[in-house]
């Protein structure tokens, strides 16, 4: 699987937008990317994926460099229950399975007031 | 909807002691897994289950055992428990082996004195 970088830590003024980047240069052509994250004590939570388009969900947009080398997930909004560590993981689908995601170190998104 | 249930929230064992972790889903997913977190730590995965009646090994088996009781529930048991496993345990499920979004549960924090 591909290695991503994150920053380790990352602060964002609340009702701006956060934009949270992470490489993938080793990407290969069928390995999604996958953005999860975590706040203080629970557990994961997933927010959202993509192959090589953009995309949106309730939570956020995902958008993807047409080389595939890095990626940025956008919180539009950002309040203070955005604060959490963010993991952004490569992976491919059906091979293997879930059970091989890595959950790295991930950046620690601070928003304040 | 209560997703991923995991019990007991918290524990505290002496060392030798044994107990049993339970974990169940109410999604109707076939795969389940076990992951640790220590603190300051990204999560590695213990064993999972890619479907009712398989378990695999994962990153960090030793010291544990699982059981997949039936489609819904799964668990982590700790025969002799070590300080070494002091740590938060979480459980987590997806439809199906392969797709890799989790659903994971708030966590169960366990303390081996």
């Known amino acids: 699987d591909a290695k991503t970088t994150q920053p380790t830590s990352m602060d964002c003024a609340e009702g701006r937008a956060a934009n949270l980047p992470c490489n993938h240069s080793?990407?290969?052509?069928?390995?999604?990317v996958y953005w999860y994250r975590q706040i203080h004590s629970q557990g994961p939570q997933y927010i959202i994926h993509g192959l090589k388009n953009n995309e949106t969900n309730e939570m956020a947009s995902l958008i993807i460099t047409e080389d595939r080398k890095s990626s940025t997930l956008i919180l539009p909004h950002a309040t203070l229950r955005d604060t959490a560590v963010y993991y952004c993981i490569v992976r491919v689908v059906g091979n293997q399975g879930a059970q091989k995601l890595v959950f790295g170190q991930g950046t620690r998104l601070t928003i304040n007031p | 909807n209560a997703g991923v249930t995991q019990t007991p929230k918290f524990q505290v064992l002496k060392t030798g002691q044994s107990m049993t972790l339970q974990c169940a889903q109410d999604?109707?997913?076939?795969?389940m897994y076990w992951y640790r977190q220590d603190p300051g730590m990204g999560l590695r995965l213990i064993y999972y289950?890619?479907?009712?009646?398989?378990?695999d090994k994962g990153e960090v088996p030793n010291g544990y055992n699982v059981s997949r009781l039936n489609k819904r529930e799964f668990s982590l048991r700790l025969e002799s428990a070590a300080p070494s496993q002091t740590s938060v345990y979480f459980c987590a499920s997806t439809p199906v082996a392969g797709a890799n979004v989790l659903t994971f549960g708030a966590g169960s924090r366990l303390t081996v004195l």
């Open positions: 999604m109707n997913h076939n795969s």
């Open positions: 289950s890619a479907s009712e009646g398989t378990t």
């Open positions: 080793t990407i290969s052509g069928n390995e999604y």
